[in-house]
């Protein structure tokens, strides 16, 4: 699993605004060249949060692909689908 490379991701929405605007719009070709798993990718993608909450990644982390809009999140639809998660 390479749950360390999609905290690598967000953190790079969150950082670099470049890589940013890419992952708002086209997701799919600014995570091409990262080692994911065909089921993280898809997640990741789809904002699958609780997904990818299973998967061990960490919420908060998460919380900034929402922040910017990438992969289809905003942060109402990302906070429904956290609150989702049983805790």
């Known amino acids: 699993m390479s749950v360390h490379t999609i905290h690598k ?27 994911l798993t065909s089921g993280e990718r898809r997640a990741l993608l789809a904002g699958d949060v609780v997904t990818l909450h299973h998967m061990g990644v960490n919420d908060f982390m998460m919380g900034y692909l929402a922040r910017f809009g990438s992969c ?16």
């Open 9 to 35: 991701i967000c953190r790079q929405v969150l950082r670099d605004h470049d890589f940013r605007g890419r992952m708002q719009l086209d997701p799919a070709a600014a995570i091409a060249d990262y080692d």
């Open 72 to 87: 289809g999140l905003s942060v109402p639809i990302f906070n429904e689908k956290i609150r989702s998660v049983p805790h």
